[in-house]
């Protein structure tokens, strides 16, 4: 039997593979348990600094594994969300010190399209579909896509996709803001090791630092995202990769940064 995740360590990025592409990767238990696992592995891991998360077989991920749910009443499915919940899931996502890219092509709907919206980054092909298509099932979206949908793209978009049940293109999803970078199927891992390489070149300090201040201005006040912000930057103003920083702009070469 194969595992449902397949992990890839390459120097500082950690790949993570959904591998179910026979359900279009739907998340059942096993898919949940082993994502949060990896996740976890890699936060703890001081030397990885990106992680990227993509489906097999041409979808990135169809939502939650229904077959596992039908069963389960209000006390069951309370449990289920606190141990695999796709809040629980994105959430750790959201809050981790690395970058996460997602790596989207064919179905990213429901659940996956929830996972990725708690990425950092969204890199998708031109023929991937997202979608948070609940209501068709007696569901709404659980997993955070009410709530990252909205601030991402909008009111009136999130309605218009949730209430309607509607399925957009990777085109509109890049428009709104979803998606930050577009790519031919065959070229999507390429574009993908660009936006590593990217975050490569940055202070690992510093990156982190930023994902902070940015996550900030989704829970907070416009003064306390500020004050916040400020914070931060006085933070890496006192480190040693922004005196390389700036040395080096000065000297007009690349910088060396090392995660001090």
Known sequence: ??????????????????????????????????????????????????????????????????????????????EYNRMWGTQVIASTIQNMRKVVVAA????????????????DIIVATKRAVFGLPELRVGLIPGGGGTQRLTRVAGAHFAKNVILRSKLFSAEEAWRVGIVAELAEP???????????SDLLERSPVHLQA???AINAALETPLSQGLAYE?????????????????KAFLEKRKPEFRGR
């Open 1 to 78: 039997m194969s595992d449902v995740l397949l992990a890839e360590r390459e120097g500082p990025v950690v790949w993570l593979t959904l591998n179910r592409p026979e359900r279009r990767n739907a998340l059942n238990r096993e898919l949940r348990s082993r994502l949060l696992e990896e996740l976890r592995r890699a936060e703890e891991d001081q030397q990885v600094r990106v992680v990227v998360i993509r489906g097999a077989g041409g979808n990135f991920c169809a939502g939650a594994d229904l077959s596992e749910f039908v069963e389960l009443d209000g006390l069951g499915i309370r």
């Open 186 to 196: 065959e070229k999507l891992e390429e574009v993908v090791r660009g936006v590593i």
């Open 230 to 246: 400020r914070e931060l930057f006085q933070f890496v103003w006192s480190t040693e990769d922004r005196l390389e920083g700036m």
């Open 210 to 212: 930023a994902k902070m």
């Open 104 to 119: 989207v092509d064919g179905y990213c709907l429901g659940g996956g399209f929830e996972l990725a919206l708690a990425c």
